[in-house]
């Protein structure tokens, strides 16, 4: 409890606006709440208590999202992407072991400055499209480095959104792709960190108290999704990746 005793009645208000932003850009867009929490709690407590603070909320908005087209449309999605989802979670669970080891600041601009330059990219016209016979390589890059990055930092999002608009996937698809990959690695994420005592009683009890707020925010956001049409939606995803990527770069300098 000592960690709730720490915590100011202003710093509590600013957790819950921080949850509340990050559901109603996730339902939106279907990404980003790991890195908006990320990048608020860790401004209020330390990066590892962070780390552990989004796992509930991400683990149950991902769940919500993956499974709202039905169960059969969720059993089709894992079986075109099953490659992509293993790889997430090997990479995951081997660099999580490294979480308090190894500094994040030079992981955080290798990830942050490409993702921001194709966000820039594609927002002035420039369209990337992965042709068929590259696909597979393409898959396992975007495994590896989605999973090396997210079990330092719970942040998996960027890169996946990435290659899902690089194929130029459905505006339904790309949703419930990410919210099966991402459930998927929050799951792996809170086992790899109940190991490395990152996630324990304290602050998974923290992690929970952002639940609320976070859905308040996840219903706000899937009410703005389901009013945008495809190419409303694919800018609005290349917008919040820009944002995510030069957040990433901001961290990575500061």
Not at 180 to 207: D, I, K, M, P
């Amino acid at each position: 409890m000592d960690l709730f005793l720490s915590l100011s009645e202003l710093t509590l208000a600013f957790l819950v606006l921080c949850a509340v932003f990050a559901g109603v850009v996730k339902g939106a867009v279907g990404f980003a709440m790991p890195l908006i929490l990320m990048s608020g709690l860790s401004a209020v407590v330390p990066v590892p208590v962070a780390l552990a603070g989004l796992m509930v909320p991400s683990l149950v908005m991902n769940l919500w999202q993956a499974l709202r087209g039905g169960v059969g449309a969720l059993s089709l999605t894992a079986r075109t992407h099953w490659r992509l989802v293993a790889l997430v979670l090997v990479f995951i669970a081997l660099s999580g072991q490294l979480v308090l080891a190894v500094p994040e600041r030079v992981l955080t601009l290798m990830i942050g400055v490409p993702i921001a330059l194709y966000a820039t990219s594609q927002l002035l016209g420039w369209r990337l499209r992965i042709a068929p016979a590259y696909r597979r390589r393409a898959e396992l890059g975007t495994g590896v480095m989605a999973g090396f990055f997210g079990g330092f930092s719970g942040i998996w999002g960027p890169p996946i959104v990435a290659y899902l608009v690089a194929l130029d996937t459905p505006k339904a698809e790309q949703v419930r792709t990410q919210g099966l990959l991402y459930g998927l690695a929050s799951c792996a994420l809170v086992l790899t960190h109940l190991r490395t005592g990152v996630a324990n009683v304290e602050t998974l009890t923290f992690s929970a108290m952002l639940l609320v707020p976070a859905a308040a925010g996840m219903a706000m956001g899937l009410w703005l999704q389901d009013r945008m049409d495809q190419d409303r939606f694919r800018q609005a995803t290349l917008v919040f990746l820009l944002l995510a990527g030069l957040n990433l770069v901001r961290r990575g300098i500061m």
